[in-house]
């Protein structure tokens, strides 16, 4: 695995390179932040040419490592205008690697209105005319390639990508090649359809080279035994992160009505505990636990069915019950699980949707509890009206056009489902995060801390960071790191027998600390400050009803954990 | 009797897994972690004889029960 792929989307090139030194002992977010700063100009207009869109590997993508295939994607976000990287599950990035790509680099933007998709199997790579796969959902779309070419993974934008909403997301097919995995965050479906790509179709199979083929299965052995019998995975594998749903509300933290209160009335309609009883009542296609990539073992994903057990949506997670269930007020599963189906067809990102309706429904536009309103909203999204067209642009652009300031967003991108005055260690990660409001680059809602009081939380949120971003580094899902926990060597161990390295476990921080830095230099140099990095007013200002605070964790320790990412430091303080 | 698993890390001043057998008395998964000094917030889910159920679900004499750690969503 040492090309990269490079699509030049106006002059219609191909080009394999091989991959530079520099970028060998890297993956995933990190070699994505490398390539953006070495090739992209931070200031450059996030839909226009100068910018590009990236697929990156992960150090042990491709091979029979449980969890270890996220497919990770970014570009300069058209959402945040900063940079982003946003991964998810299934099939693309295992296939990728398979057939020996470490990244795939699309570039430049067609003249001509023509538009594409890419096509790749083992050493050859083509642009396919896609015209007539215009205006298709993603499901529609996979099902138009599948007939083509069966059981390839493909990776997609769905209409509102094409419509260039800055809210548009990637689809990524799962295990069973249905597009519900989702790089939904930051618009960068839209920086794909700018390139004028429906989507990346990857053909065939292939094993990974192994240097040390009996080392690797010994620590594949270890690793997998570990992450399989790990309390946090059998909760995965029963409840899924559906599981939070509970815990949230007993924090107070569960957004409900637009981030106005953070304890639901029609909570125990749409927990964790609910989802795996319909899911069994009703039999038919649903499932309480679903790989959503071949050999994993957590299996967090479930189907939810509907009355007469056909699928509804794959999966029903946590952010989406928390943005497009409580936020908005509706506590009817099927409609949260319809809500969810729809963005996933259309192509654009849950989390952002459901904050933008929230907003919508403070301003009156619909009552919160209105689900009929809520799925004729999706119906504007998708056919592209004005409403649609505000909605499908963030809850930010929502807030501006209906003269609403209790926007819950931090540098334009929305926040997911954890209220960041009653898990104070996530408020600090959504202020701070060069990618706007996003749990996943820190989250702490599972730590041993009054998740409620500012101390030690900007700590908290810096070392958390650290870790995550050493897993989207390596391409793993961050759903190991509560099985895996401090026993990082187990991964070390497995990298070394598949490249013959000797890597440890202070070099796997490193690599972690090195994509935090240069994903902070690369918002410096579009010019984002310290000052950047802040909390809304609408929670530094508004108490919480329940939990009676606001946040106030100070300005002066957020700024402290950019400024110690942009030095590397290894500590919070100096 | 009922016997019920505790991951470690759920209670502060326990770091280790433990297993408690204990006299069994009708009262709902909520009780029972009260009487064990859990708070409710702390716990990712309670599987009653491998099943998920609710806080308000009463357990039963012979009832097997583990809990489970907070997960992190996505």
């Given amino acids: 695995m040492d090309n990269i792929l490079r699509i030049n989307t106006r002059t219609r090139t191909i080009q394999y390179e091989t991959t530079p030194e520099s970028y060998l002992k890297t993956g995933g977010r990190g070699l994505i932040a490398k390539i953006l700063l070495d090739e992209v100009d931070p200031a450059c207009e996030p839909l226009g040419r100068h910018n590009k869109l990236i697929f990156a590997m992960g150090l042990l993508t491709g091979t029979n490592v449980s969890s270890a295939s996220r497919v990770c994607i970014g570009a300069k976000s058209p959402l945040t205008q900063g940079i982003k990287e946003s991964n998810s599950g299934g099939t693309t990035a295992m296939r990728l690697a398979q057939m020996g790509l470490k990244a795939m680099i699309l570039e430049e933007q067609p003249e001509d209105d023509h538009w594409h998709y890419v096509k790749i199997s083992k050493g050859a790579c083509s642009l396919e005319p896609a015209e007539a796969y215009l205006g298709m959902g993603t499901g529609e779309f996979c099902d138009a390639i599948h007939k083509l070419y069966p059981g390839a993974a493909v990776s997609c934008i769905g209409p509102v990508g094409e419509m260039l909403y800055s809210s548009a997301g990637i689809a990524t097919t799962d295990a069973d090649h249905k597009p519900g995995r989702f790089s939904g965050r930051g618009g960068l479906g839209a920086v794909m359809g700018s390139k004028k790509i429906k989507g990346i179709v990857v053909l065939g199979k292939d094993t990974m080279p192994l240097a040390d083929k009996e080392g690797f299965m010994a620590a594949l052995k270890t690793y997998t035994s570990v992450v399989k019998d790990a309390p946090s995975t059998l909760n995965y594998r029963t409840l899924g992160t559906a599981s939070m749903v509970r815990i949230m509300n007993g924090h107070g933290g569960l957004p409900t009505h637009n981030f106005s209160l953070g304890r639901f009335d029609g909570m125990d309609q749409i927990c964790g505990e609910t989802i795996f009883d319909v899911i069994t009542e009703r039999g038919g296609d649903g499932r309480t636990s679903h790989a959503c990539m071949p050999g994993c073992v957590i299996q967090c994903s479930n189907i939810y069915p509907d009355i007469e057990g056909k699928a509804i949506v794959s999966p029903l997670e946590y952010e989406n019950l928390g943005l497009l269930g409580s936020n908005l007020g509706i506590s009817d599963l099927d409609t949260v699980a319809r809500l969810n189906a729809l963005c996933n067809d259309m192509g654009i990102d849950t989390i952002e949707t459901g904050a933008a309706i929230g907003v919508a429904m403070e301003a009156g536009v619909a009552a919160f509890g209105d689900s009929e309103a809520a799925l004729g909203f999706m119906e504007d999204i998708r056919r592209g009206t004005v409403l649609g067209r505000v909605l499908g642009n963030g809850a930010v652009v929502t807030g501006k056009v209906f003269g609403i300031r209790n926007v819950p967003a931090v540098n334009g991108q929305a926040m997911p489902a954890y209220d960041p005055r009653a898990i104070k260690g996530m408020g600090v990660t959504y202020a701070t995060s060069p990618m706007g409001a996003d749990h996943t680059y820190g989250a702490t809602a599972r730590a041993q801390i009054e998740q409620a009081s500012s101390v030690g939380q900007a700590e908290l949120s810096f070392s958390t960071q650290k870790n995550m971003a050493v897993y989207d580094t390596l391409g793993f899902c961050i759903f190991c790191s509560g099985a895996v926990g401090n026993q990082h060597q187990l991964i070390a161990d497995l990298i070394n027998a598949r490249y013959g390295w000797s890597v440890d476990v202070p070099w796997l921080k490193s690599i972690g600390e090195e994509t935090l830095k240069n994903e902070h230099l690369f918002n410096q140099k579009a010019g984002f400050t310290k000052a950047h990095y802040k909390m809304p007013e609408c929670f530094t200002e508004r108490v919480l009803p329940g939990v009676n605070t606001v946040f106030d964790v100070g300005q002066e320790e957020l700024e402290q954990v950019v400024e110690a990412h942009l030095e590397g430091r290894r500590t919070l303080k100096p | ?74």
Avoid: F, R, Y
């Fill in chain 2, 1 to 74: 009797m009922i016997v019920v698993k505790v991951p470690g890390g759920i209670k502060k001043e326990v770091s280790v897994a433990e297993t408690l057998t204990l006299e069994w008395k009708p009262m709902t998964i909520l009780q029972w972690l009260g009487q064990l000094g859990i708070e409710e917030k702390q716990v990712g889910a309670v599987l009653v004889n491998g099943k998920p159920k609710k806080m308000s679900h009463t357990l039963e004499d012979g009832d097997e029960v583990q809990i489970l750690p907070v997960l992190s969503g996505g």
